[in-house]
DNA sequence: TCCTAGACTAGACTTAGTCTAAAAGAAGAT
DNA sequence: ATCTTCTTTTAGACTAAGTCTAGTCTAGGA
């Protein structure tokens, strides 16, 4: 598996310092970032990074399609580089952590062609929604 | 079918004359509106209404169950007074129509236990996303 | 080394939504 | 009917997330 760095020069992306750190930040996580908290780490290693390059950056690598955008909470967007294993989220309503799961069978087989209006379908996102072990003890 | 002013009722929610306006609004709907866009209709019929009484009473209609809030295209929430019949959403991601749709199956079964993390989930979301018609001829 | 398209910067701006403090309105007690 | 209390509504200030602008800088090819 190729990391986000690799894959971005491959595509013969121009790789300035900026866009490196950020795309390291973003690879190196194991959880997904907000746009936010990539220029508050990224700025730890660049400090004179700016805020419009970090969302300048993420927006780019999204139009690539070497990351994808989430909106798991409606407040701030999140960026996942994990785009090369289908995956899908599940996230706890009482404390927000967030995991990545894998379903059984392909999403796209759940809907039944005489519900697509005519549209040419893509692709599915699927969200659980739940509570955590520890949010379920607390309640 | 009991129609969201009813369902409200009858849980004795205190029924004022700005929450039926916006009841109403949003009922009457077939597409899913954003707050703005229900302000918007809701001062034609009644011109003093405050945007913070439509972001409460929608806020709280949520919170009752009675009303769902969407997160589908990442900058504003919509609200979908359609809570009785489980459904999705297909977005198209030229033009930005949305239509609700109909699963084959339930959603939460595509979801194996060694994938639940040890979290109680209760619910799933499934966003299928494609061009529609128009946009798929235009491209 | 020089040139130039593309990238970066600070900071103003926009959008969506929340908060606050005061005024208005409804419900029960007398 | 009047008083008291609790809830709801209001205008507008405020916050958070993200975009835009205009000027400066730089990566990489000639």
Request: a negative charge; one cysteine or more; charged letters at 25%.
């Amino acid at each position: 598996m190729s990391d986000l760095v690799t894959r971005l020069r491959q595509r013969s992306w121009r790789m300035t310092p900026q866009r490196r750190v950020i795309a390291e930040t973003l690879d190196g996580a194991h959880v997904h970032y907000t746009a936010d908290e990539i220029l508050e780490r990224a700025a730890g290693r660049m400090p004179e990074i700016s805020r419009a390059t970090v969302y300048n950056t993420l927006n780019e690598m999204v139009a690539l399609g070497e990351v994808l955008e989430l909106n798991l909470d409606g407040r701030s967007k999140r960026y996942d580089p994990n785009v090369e294993h289908e995956h899908h989220h599940l996230i706890c309503e009482g404390c927000g952590a967030t995991k990545d799961v894998h379903t059984v069978g392909n999403p796209m087989d759940w809907l039944p062609g005489d519900e697509r209006h005519g549209f040419a379908v893509t692709r599915a996102s699927i969200t659980f929604r739940g509570l955590c072990r520890e949010c379920a003890a607390a309640s």
